[in-house]
């Protein structure tokens, strides 16, 4: 494992240099923001017409269309989601310079093939390992998120030192910055998110919901136990890991842990998660999201509905409204 920490980085070689960020949403504010903040040269490239204009400009930021934002730029990152990437990337490509440098957040367009990049460009990922507003918090707290470094093609043979400062003015660099390739980040980043981050924990959220419904359990106490102390248990894992956890649980929590928890994630499950690996692996995932984008997403509408009509989201709804310090 290569980790770079800040006294690995010279973020010098982006002083007086423009760094044009396309998209400001999540990720996209979060960086355009840390960078102002870290002295750097920055430009936000939005459609006059969109929501994001007005947001931008309030924040103090200078903000451009596209095709005008990215001219003279010696970074353009590429900050907006995965399915308006190559639309955008045809959009602006003409007017970005000779050697300069396209950013991801996330492989995917490149890694699937959605943009294939002018060959006289550097080309590189910094992934930041959480939201944009983390992003943004820990910048400001002082801290940093860790985030991943991949260079695809260096063309002036600077790609890597361009990205590196980048990310150490989104605070990367004072968490750890760790180096992989857009391959290894795109694959085990729809991984996780499928099988664990997203897919595979609200589906055993609602299992365990419905199980516990249907056994005759009220609705709000199976709430309680299924969702709401799961923020408990997941802190406790991200500050110690499994050893934190076991800490801090009772020994009976720990001895059904052990006993029960393979029952539930078992051979079945585990030939699951080496099936999804393997779609996303020879690009089945992507041609089929692709796909689904084009159509319209008819599929992604109909499951996204179904997912917050279900009465798991009546009953937290009710009972975080009684929760005032859930309330921004």
């Not at 770079?4 to 960086?31: F, K, N």
């Not at 355009?32 to 939005?46: E, I, P, Q, T």
């Not at 970074?75 to 989601?81: C, G, S, Y």
Request: with cysteine; glycine share 10%.
């Amino acid at each position: 494992m290569q980790m770079y920490s800040e006294s690995d980085v010279d973020t010098s070689t982006l002083l007086d240099r423009q760094i044009t960020i396309l998209g400001y949403g999540s990720q996209g504010r979060a960086h355009a923001l840390n960078l102002k903040d870290s002295g750097f040269d920055v430009v936000v490239g939005l459609r006059r017409d969109g929501a994001s204009w007005a947001k931008a400009e309030a924040d103090g930021l200078k903000v451009m269309e596209p095709v005008d934002a990215v001219r003279g730029a010696a970074i353009v990152a590429f900050l907006t989601p995965d399915m308006v990437q190559k639309a955008l990337y045809a959009s602006v490509i003409d007017a970005i310079d000779e050697g300069a440098m396209l950013l991801f957040a996330h492989g995917f367009a490149v890694h699937f093939k959605q943009i294939e990049p002018r060959a006289d460009l550097d080309v590189a990922l910094i992934a930041p390992k959480g939201p944009g507003g983390l992003v943004r918090r820990q910048y400001e707290e002082g801290h940093g998120v860790p985030c991943l470094v991949a260079v695809h093609a260096d063309v002036t043979g600077n790609a890597l030192k361009m990205a590196l400062a980048y990310a150490s003015g989104i605070g990367g660099a004072r968490a750890g910055v760790i180096e992989t390739t857009f391959a290894e980040e795109t694959e085990t980043d729809l991984f996780g998110e499928q099988a664990v981050l997203c897919g595979g924990t609200t589906e055993l959220i609602v299992a365990g919901f419905e199980t516990l419904v249907e056994a005759g359990y009220q609705p709000e106490v199976a709430y309680y136990e299924v969702m709401h102390e799961l923020k408990l248990i997941v802190d406790l894992l991200h500050e110690g890991g499994l050893r934190k956890m076991h800490k801090f649980i009772s020994d009976t929590a720990a001895w059904g842990d052990l006993v029960s928890g393979p029952r539930v994630v078992d051979d079945r499950a585990r030939a699951a998660m080496k099936s999804i690996l393997a779609e996303i692996q020879d690009g089945t995932f992507a041609r089929n999201w692709i796909a689904e984008n084009e159509a319209g997403m008819p599929e992604f509408r109909k499951k996204m509905n179904a997912d917050l009509e279900h009465p798991i989201e009546k009953v937290g709804a009710d009972l975080r409204g009684r929760m005032d310090w859930l309330q921004e």
